[in-house]
């Protein structure tokens, strides 16, 4: 019957169905670049080896409040030091904590579901090796209705969707490696596509480009951050070739060598911690996905 | 090496104009926005020589590699204080489409000017290995590049 799933009541993957794996954590580290999570978890400046730890605390301002990043080092009682192999496999494909409750979408689980059990039994194990921070993050500051939880299971009734759409050009093993990194543990379309009123993502406009949904202090509407559309369209990136994407992810330098700024800095770097291939699969992807304008009208 | 910062400084003189067409006529700052706009063309222009070497777009050319990075060297020396007057910020009135520049430059200042530094200390070493070999020029783009990014990520609004 395949992958379609439909998450809504707590509906947590069970002890059996986790693979007989042992952990490999150099994948599960090439997974944590992949997966960008020093980008929130780590302290705002951190750079070199201050990325692996990952003590949270970071403010989110957003529409629907302030959300507070939280420490998922190794400590076990301020991070997620105590946790099981199966917490952690809940909390990634799932959006579910060890007591069964719902985890904001601000934590990319409807991207990281995607992602196969055994990569995040790697990514778990590498995170495992990672230093403990003593860090007690504060909790989200969200105003109604969004502070109630348990509403988040209608959210993810509506929102979270298992399958992802199939490749629109004949498969090779390039374009489904980089249709997995894209859509799943890169999670490129929390930002770059556009969100309803409810924060759940536009499908039928991926990749095409939205208002940043962080809040810059100060800021106001008219000069609010744009994540720009990366589809091969004229208002995207069509002009930009494979080996352009792929070098702009290595470098940081797009094909005018303009650089990158604001949050694509983070992201672009731990692009550059992937394997040469990964990032050509990738940009390979990004040339084959629709087209679609800028224009959401 | 003179010769091909003259040819960025004329081909931009050239360019400008037309880059700068869909912006208003009239706005606050316009000398200091259109100089500094100009200026970042400048770091382009030599960055896209090296980086065509680095990407392998181009063949590699040691003394235009030396040249470009020279210029991206003396562009991060210049006096640029002038071109940043408080309040040419896109949050200002009048501002959002001319300037991407974010009002964090002056409010957390001198952060910007330490960032500004390390872009020169990635430069120097650049400059000084540039003519050196394709490999040289290839292991410090990322030192320039993450001195570009060090502004680029805190002061400058996204804009797609």
Redesign the interface.
């Known amino acids: 019957m395949g992958v379609f799933y439909i998450g809504s009541i707590p509906n947590p993957i069970k002890q059996d169905e986790l693979p007989e794996h042992r952990g490999d954590t150099q994948n599960g580290e090439l997974m944590f670049w992949a997966g960008g999570c020093a980008s929130c978890h780590a302290q705002v400046d951190a750079d070199g080896d201050e990325q692996l730890l990952l003590s949270g605390g970071l403010e989110m301002p957003t529409p629907f409040g302030m959300f507070i990043v939280p420490n998922i080092s190794s400590d076990a009682d301020f991070g997620i030091g105590a946790w099981t192999d199966l917490n952690f496999v809940n909390a990634m494909a799932r959006g579910l904590s060890p007591d069964n409750k719902h985890y904001y979408p601000a934590f990319p689980y409807t991207n990281y579901q995607h992602m196969t059990l055994k990569d995040l039994l790697d990514l778990k194990a590498f995170l495992d090796t990672l230093p403990s921070s003593s860090n007690n993050a504060a909790d989200h500051q969200l105003a109604l209705p969004y502070s109630i939880r348990r509403g988040l299971g209608l959210w993810k009734r509506k929102y979270l969707k298992r399958e992802i759409p199939a490749l629109n050009v004949p498969s090779t093993p390039e374009l489904e490696r980089g249709r997995y990194l894209v859509r799943g543990p890169a999670h490129c379309g929390a930002c770059h596509t556009p969100r309803d009123a409810f924060g759940g993502v536009l499908a039928d406009r991926f990749l095409a480009?939205a208002d940043?949904l962080e809040i810059?202090?100060?800021?106001?509407t008219?000069?609010a951050?744009?994540?720009?559309?990366i589809t091969p369209h004229d208002?995207g990136i069509s002009s930009w070739s494979q080996?352009d994407i792929a070098?702009s992810l290595e470098?940081?330098?797009d094909p005018?060598?303009?650089?990158?700024?604001?949050?694509?800095?983070?992201v672009?770097e731990n692009m550059?911690m992937l394997p040469a291939e990964d990032r050509a699969a990738i940009a390979a992807y990004l040339k084959s996905i629709p087209a679609i304008p800028?224009n959401q009208n | 090496m003179k010769k091909s910062f003259i040819a960025a400084v004329v081909a931009l003189a050239v360019a400008a104009p037309a880059y700068f067409a869909f912006a208003a006529d009239d706005f606050a700052f316009k000398s200091q926005i259109e100089g500094r706009q100009a200026f970042m063309q400048v770091y382009r222009f030599n960055l896209s020589i090296l980086g065509g070497m680095a990407k392998g777009d181009v063949e590699y050319d040691a003394d235009l590699a030396a040249a470009s990075a020279n210029n991206l060297l003396a562009a991060s020396k210049m006096s640029n204080g002038a071109m940043w007057p408080m309040g040419s910020h896109t949050e200002a009135a009048g501002l959002a489409d001319v300037t991407a520049a974010k009002e964090a430059i002056w409010s957390t200042y001198p952060d910007i000017a330490d960032k500004g530094k390390d872009l020169t200390e990635a430069l120097t070493a650049m400059a000084a290995v540039a003519g050196d070999g394709l490999e040289s020029l290839r292991s410090n783009m990322g030192a320039v590049g993450n001195g570009c990014k060090g502004c680029h990520e805190s002061y400058r609004l996204s804009r797609d």
């Open positions: 480009g940043s810059e202090p100060g800021a106001d008219d000069s951050s744009r994540i720009p559309n208002d080996s070098y470098s940081g330098f005018d060598f303009d650089s990158f700024g604001g949050s694509m800095v983070h672009q550059a800028s």
